[in-house]
């Protein structure tokens, strides 16, 4: 069975941050590019990061460049987003996701809340 | 960045009729390689995440019941359910996955009339 499972979210103040995880399980995660989706509250869900495969290639959307780092450690399976410098407009469950040819993953998430 | 846009925003309709949902992508998300849509619906209920119903426009995701269909080819796309449950009352999302952004449709309501 295939599972992702998000860790890592909660309370932050304005200004801090935050490093998210996913543990990937039922799959050969190293073989797939993951990303990172969010939904703040009653919104849609809106695409955050990519990461290829084996990790040397990444891409952001332009409201977290500079900001957010997408890595992974494919030894452990395991997927993260470091986010610095977090915003109220931040405030999401954080999905990790997984595409590839003929399979969509998403986990449950985990809530990230920005405020003071 | 490819837009994509649903209609109608919400939807009512009465228990056991058909309920249609279409997409419109900004561009073709034509995947060459298998000359399929790179085009996914969910489903999402209040509190839970987004449910895969189809992927590549079409193919239905395992578990789901056979009333719901994914159809379209171009830059138009439609999911239907033909024979609507309570259980259906959801907002329903498009998505293309041909290229990042990964980009969704705005999300459609749907309710029971």
């Known amino acids: 069975e295939v599972q992702l499972v998000e860790s890592g979210g909660g309370l932050v103040q304005p200004g801090g941050s935050l490093r998210l995880s996913c543990a990937a399980s039922?799959?050969?995660?190293?073989?797939?590019?993951m990303h990172w989706v969010r939904q703040a509250p009653g919104k849609g869900p809106v695409w955050v990061s990519r990461?290829?495969?084996?990790?040397?290639?990444?891409t952001y959307a332009d409201s977290v460049k500079g900001r957010f780092t997408i890595s992974r450690d494919n030894a452990k399976n395991t997927l993260f987003l470091q986010m610095n410098s977090l915003r109220a407009e931040d405030t999401a469950v954080y999905h990790c996701v997984c595409y590839g040819l003929g399979i969509i993953y998403w986990g449950q998430g985990t809530l990230v809340t920005v405020s003071s | 960045d490819i837009v994509m846009t649903q209609s109608p925003d919400s939807l009512a309709v009465s228990l056991g009729e058909r309920a249609t949902i279409n997409c419109k992508s900004s561009?073709?998300?034509?995947?060459?390689?298998?000359?399929?849509?790179?085009l996914a619906w969910f489903q999402q209920k209040p509190g839970q995440p987004p449910k895969l119903l189809f992927y590549?426009?079409?193919t239905r995701e395992s578990g789901v019941p056979d009333r719901f269909s994914g159809s379209g080819s171009g830059t138009d796309f439609t999911l239907t359910i033909s024979r609507l449950q309570a259980e259906d009352v959801a907002v329903y999302y498009c998505q293309q996955y041909y290229d990042v952004p990964l980009t969704f449709g705005q999300g459609t309501k749907l309710e029971i009339k």
């Open positions: 039922g799959f050969t995660f190293s073989s797939y590019y």
């Open positions: 590549w426009a079409s």
């Open positions: 561009q073709s998300v034509l995947y060459s390689s298998n000359n399929k849509h790179s």
């Open positions: 990461i290829s495969a084996d990790g040397s290639r990444t």
